[in-house]
Structure formats: structure tokens, C-alpha cells
Nanobody
Framework: QVQLVESGGGLVQAGGSLSVSCAAS????????MGWFRQAPGKGREFVAG????????NYADSVKGRFTIARDNAKNTMTLQMKSLKPEDTAVYYC??????????????????WGQGTQVTVSS
């Protein structure tokens, strides 16, 4: 079955950097648009970043643009999110997701078929 497993979350001070990863199995990874979403306590899930099947197209939420970088390695079935200049408001559970939709990047969580279990990122002030 399809599995998406996030790793790399943790506690970091404001202004610091952190990288989270997503390892995919049970699917042809290169056939899927991939995305990162996050959910903070008491808030809804929000799109963070998305990447096309080839990795040639990316899209970022305005709140993370210039600070976060999404990348994928189709040979290793992995995706990463490098985060720098972290802020307390970046604190959330971060989820990776896979979408089969015929688009370069998919922003809507409802269009993703597979989700990981999430990894906690906490930014202290």
C-alpha cells in the first residue's frame, strides 16, 4: 500500500533552520505531484509548498516564500522541505501529500489522495 513517512521535525529557536523529509513507497513517485501542508493548533490545514512531477515547477504560500525550499528526488522517492528564518508562527504539524491530478502544482488539499502521518515542527521565541 501507499506510504508517505515524514521525518526531521523538532524544536528550533526563532531565526533558525530545519529540514523535514518525506519518504514515499507503494506508488510510482514520479507520477505524482507532491505537496507540503501544515496544521497549527486550533487552525485549519494550510498549503505550504508544492512541486511538480519533474521538480521543475514549485509554488509557495506567501507566508513562507523566500524562507522555505521544496525539492524532490525521484530516484530516491523522497521530498524535502528546507526551512530557514523560522518564526514562532511556523509552529505546526507538517504533512506531505501526493496528488495524481494532471496539474503542475496542486494547491488544494482536497485534491491530494495520499497523506503522511505528520511531523511536529516547533519554533520557540
Amino acid at each position: 500500500q501507499v506510504q508517505l513517512v515524514e521525518s526531521g521535525g523538532g524544536l528550533v529557536q526563532a531565526g533558525g533552520s530545519l529540514s523535514v523529509s518525506c519518504a514515499a513507497s507503494g506508488l510510482t513517485f514520479s507520477n505524482y505531484v507532491m505537496g507540503w501542508f501544515r496544521q497549527a493548533p486550533g487552525k485549519g490545514r494550510e498549503f505550504v509548498a508544492g512541486i511538480s512531477r519533474s521538480g521543475g515547477n514549485t509554488n509557495y504560500a506567501d507566508s513562507v516564500k523566500g524562507r522555505f525550499t521544496i525539492a524532490r528526488d525521484n530516484a530516491k522517492n523522497t521530498m524535502t522541505l528546507q526551512m530557514k528564518s523560522l518564526k514562532p508562527e511556523d509552529t505546526a504539524v507538517y504533512y506531505c501529500a501526493a496528488s495524481p491530478k494532471p496539474a503542475a502544482v496542486v494547491l488544494s488539499g482536497g485534491l491530494y489522495d495520499y497523506w503522511g502521518q505528520g511531523t511536529q515542527v516547533t519554533v520557540s521565541s
